[in-house]
């Protein structure tokens, strides 16, 4: 942890919980769902367990619940008291993010919730380097942080903070090292971590890593061939990466998984509709779209869109999508003239594929299969 900002908690101590829960309206959007957040974190890792930043222990109180050994490392030392008064059976550490003692050489997972922007870009790769020495391979990293997907989408929630006279919220974004979503994807996996992203409200985002194992370990040219496919859960809508022009446009790519890889697919014919009836409604819903594309393995497809940095919208306008599938009566340019291979085509398939994916849209988020 930084410790140039230890000090801020001995002022924000006994204030803290009304923070979290809702109670200060100028904190309200980052703490929203706060508990469902801290959650998600505890739910994804297992065994021996190092918490950076245990604040008043509430991400710990869900680890133990969890079934953790917990190591908790606090730099702050109201904050350690606090702790340790609530678990008075763990040894709270005084420690950071970059200089601590766990005590231990087995340790299965590392998480923290609102606590890594407290190091500086160089600072979390160098911590994150650190993490995969410990860690064996597919060892754990779960934070929960805030986070942008650009620097214009910061400076953006900045301004909208500002005019909402906020200044707290936006001094604080100001002052300390938030970072963009395309540097920490860069950071993990410079590591040797695979990770995936998930947005949990307007300012937190849920980093979920694993340490590849040996096997793994070569970073390949192509994105998808670095995710590890026996690890994830679909459906789910994974943003894939990101790609910054020379004059500053952005592209961002999601990888949309319809069917569980290697164990199950879409039928040509059926995923051939869906095709051409996503390409031609998705574009009713945004003109960002830079293009959709099924996978060869026929498991999912591929989006690509320009200048969106909102990840709760793009999971709007697929479900508008897949609605207008549902809703359709033919598939769109199905003849010889604009298409390859009319005869090829199943309408119905692609509205049954469509309907299983929209009955399951609670399930977007979640990237990876739950720790057994």
Sequence with gaps: MGREFVGI?????????ASVSGKDPEYRDVFKDYENILSEVAKRVSGTVIEFGTGTGNLTAKLIDKGASVIAIEPNKTMRKLTARRFPAIKVIDGDLLQFDAGLDNIDAIVSSYVFH???????GAALKKYAEL?????????????????????????KERNRHFHLV????????YTTIPILMSLFEEAGFQVN??????????????KKGAINMKKMNVESFNLDHTKVAAPFI???????????DEIYKYDIRFKQPNKAHMEMPSLHSLEHLMAENIRNHTDQVVDISPMGCQTGFYLSVIN???????LTILEKTLQNVLDATEVPACNEVQCGWAASHSLEGAKEIA???????DEWRQIYQEEA
């Design 9 to 17: 908690f001995d002022e924000w101590a006994h204030s803290y919980e």
């Design 118 to 124: 407290h190091l500086t870009d160089e600072e979390k």
């Design 135 to 159: 860690l064996p391979p597919n060892g754990k990293i779960v934070f929960a942080d805030t986070a942008f997907i650009s620097e214009e989408a910061k400076h953006l929630q900045i301004a």
């Design 170 to 177: 936006a001094d604080d974004l100001e002052r300390e090292y």
């Design 197 to 210: 992203f998930t947005q949990m409200n307007d300012y937190v985002w849920l980093m979920d890593a694993s």
């Design 238 to 248: 994974r943003l894939a990466g990101t790609k910054k022009g020379i004059h500053g």
């Design 308 to 314: 969106h940095t909102d990840y709760d919208d793009i």
């Design 355 to 361: 309907a299983e994916m929209l009955a399951k849209k």
